[in-house]
């Protein structure tokens, strides 16, 4: 069974860093795609980055550019979201996805059919 677990968020200060942790089970990472999303109280799921290992592209949505980095340890079948820089409307539950293997190397925003707990990041003015 494949599953992914979410973990490293928790309470900062505005400014302060995290590191999320995806940890990936049942499935290697030799050719794979994952990306984080976020849902924020009140609003909709937002994808905020991705990455696929076919030609090793990235993604970011607009609003977490120069501060989010994404990253990968395959030996690990782990992912990273490092978060600088935080600010308090990154508050939200922080999701990892990949991407069902079918149809890799689609873009990394696709076909993303198995889901995480979520781990729950605030950030505090």
């Known amino acids: 069974e494949v599953q992914l677990v979410e973990s490293g968020g928790g309470l900062v200060q505005a400014g302060g860093s995290l590191r999320l942790s995806c940890a990936a089970s049942?499935?290697?990472?030799?050719?794979?795609?994952i990306a984080w999303f976020r849902q924020a109280p009140g609003k909709e799921r937002e994808g905020v980055s991705c990455?696929?290992?076919?030609?090793?592209?990235?993604y970011y949505t607009g609003s977490v550019k120069g501060r989010f980095t994404i990253s990968s340890d395959n030996a690990k079948n782990t992912v990273y979201l490092q978060m600088n820089s935080l600010k308090p409307e990154d508050t939200a539950v922080y999701y990892c996805?990949?991407?069902?293997?079918?149809?890799?190397?689609?873009?990394?925003?696709?076909?993303?059919?198995?889901w995480g707990q979520g781990t729950l990041v605030t950030v505090s003015s």
């Open positions: 996805a990949a991407q069902n293997p079918k149809y890799f190397p689609a873009d990394c925003m696709k076909y993303l059919e198995v």
């Open positions: 049942g499935f290697t990472f030799d050719s794979y795609a």
């Open positions: 990455f696929s290992s076919w030609d090793g592209s990235t």
